[in-house]
């Protein structure tokens, strides 16, 4: 029997009952014969905020938390991301070395992480065996960037310096796997393009191609370490990249095209992040270098409502970036508290809100985001083609049990019939009436 839940801003996570039998093909999706790369699942962002968040309600509460968040039969977030060193949602802005002129880094420690990010991996880990953990930079060490600063600047690029800030990277993989933690992917840095206020460092494609060609790819290689080298996280279209002499690039392709083709560095690549404006790259990427994995690693955040037309939009993200080829989906912050206030001062919306106050929590809109699709898409899926009038509000997946899962949106103000349609099997074709404004999973059985 078909499954189905329903959410709309009202009621959520809602039986909707059992769908009729039966389908009409210009009133929904139907399957073409396609079928995309497997998919690894969802996850979100360890910060330190967030943890510091949950750590306030009673211990019942916080199990009921992690649970919810990880555990295989909830969100099942797998595919989960954590800075290396501060983001902008640490409590206050650190590296693993902040001693000038360590280049041997003798001084290098990841114990400022045991106070928060680490215990709250260890959170996730309790329910995920396989967890994926991809972590980047916001900005490197201090001293090791000009102007010498968390925020603003770029990597100092002579040869020692470079050197060092490779064997970073080995250290950070080296120290959390000494605390049963491994680290999957390492991309380079976050938000490639952002010269922000908060941890950054801008990188232009030259310095990202010696950086990977000539100094990272060789270290980790002859460190022996089994970790993948992402070029990530790219966040922005052609008016957001520029050359080493800050001249505006005329096309973005460019900039990733000036890394890609050359065969020496892409050898040490294992695949591509993308975030934010990072969406309207994905499909020539993932056209052009098909080889590459492509992952999602930062879901836009909103400015702090958690109102409902944002998880309307954080589902259609969701969509395209599955539709165009990432394996993975990150939410950013998974946990904050009321108004979800960063450090430096921009409100995000997250998938729980935590109040210290009255030590209490609620899911947000975009948590039954997620829900919607991780409940239905199972680590190891495959997105399957489709077409029709919900081409663009919906998506399709077979799990590796046989089932398929369709994920819908009916984004107009008033119900709308939905049908899935399978030219091979018309007993899992069915139609269905979507409520007005509602997110939709169905599960086809095998």
């Not at 120290?175 to 992917?185: F, H, K, L, M, P």
């Not at 997250?350 to 039954?368: C, G, H, K, Q």
Request: proline residues 6%.
């Amino acid at each position: 029997m078909t499954t189905w839940v329903t959410s709309t801003d009202d009621a959520r996570w809602q039986d909707g009952g059992e769908p009729t039998p039966g389908a009409s093909a210009d009133r929904g999706l139907t399957l073409t014969g396609a079928r995309g790369r497997p998919i690894r699942g969802f996850g979100g962002t360890f910060n330190e905020l967030g943890y510091r968040a949950i750590s306030s309600l009673s211990e019942a509460d916080q199990e009921q938390v992690y649970r919810e968040l990880f555990h295989p039969d909830e969100l099942n977030l797998r595919v989960n991301r954590s800075a290396i060193g501060a983001n902008d949602f640490a409590s206050s802005w650190y590296s693993y070395d902040e001693v000038p002129g360590d280049l041997a880094l003798e001084h290098f420690s990841v114990e400022r992480d045991e106070e928060a990010v680490i215990p709250y991996i260890r959170q996730a880990q309790r329910y995920q065996d396989d967890m994926v953990l991809h972590c980047s930079p916001w900005s490197p060490p201090t001293w090791m960037k000009n102007p010498p600063a968390y925020n603003f600047g770029t990597l100092v690029m002579t040869p020692e310096n470079l050197d060092a800030y490779a064997r970073y990277f080995v250290r950070f993989v080296e120290e959390y796997a000494a605390r049963g933690i491994r680290v999957d992917q390492v991309h380079i840095q976050n938000e490639v393009f952002a010269d922000q206020k908060f941890p950054s460092c801008v990188w232009s494609s030259e310095q990202l191609r010696t950086f990977v060609r000539d100094h990272l790819g060789p270290v980790v290689e002859a460190s022996g370490l089994d970790v993948d080298i992402y070029l990530g996280t790219l966040n922005g279209p052609e008016d957001m990249a520029f050359t080493a002499a800050g001249q505006k690039l005329t096309n973005y392709a460019r900039f990733v095209d000036n890394i890609l083709f050359d065969d020496e560095a892409r050898r040490h690549l294992a695949g591509v992040g993308y975030q934010w404006a990072g969406q309207h790259a994905i499909a020539r990427t993932h056209e052009a270098w098909p080889e590459l994995d492509i992952m999602q690693t930062e879901s836009e955040c909103g400015f702090g409502d958690n109102a409902w037309q944002d998880a309307e939009y954080v589902f259609h993200l969701v969509r395209h970036y599955l539709q165009h080829g990432a394996t993975g989906y990150t939410y950013w912050n998974m946990a904050l508290e009321p108004g979800g206030l960063s450090t430096w001062g921009w409100p995000q919306n997250s998938l729980v809100t935590v109040d210290p106050a009255t030590r209490t929590f609620t899911r947000n809109p975009e948590y039954y985001v997620l829900k919607h699709y991780s409940a239905g898409v199972r680590p190891g899926a495959v997105r399957l083609g489709t077409t029709g009038r919900f081409a663009a509000q919906g998506s399709a997946y077979e799990n590796p049990d046989g089932s398929v899962a369709v994920v819908v949106q009916n984004a107009l103000d008033r119900a709308e019939q939905f049908s899935f349609t399978d030219p091979e099997d018309g007993s899992r074709s069915f139609t269905a009436t979507l409520a007005p404004r509602s997110l939709n999973t169905f599960v086809v059985p095998a």
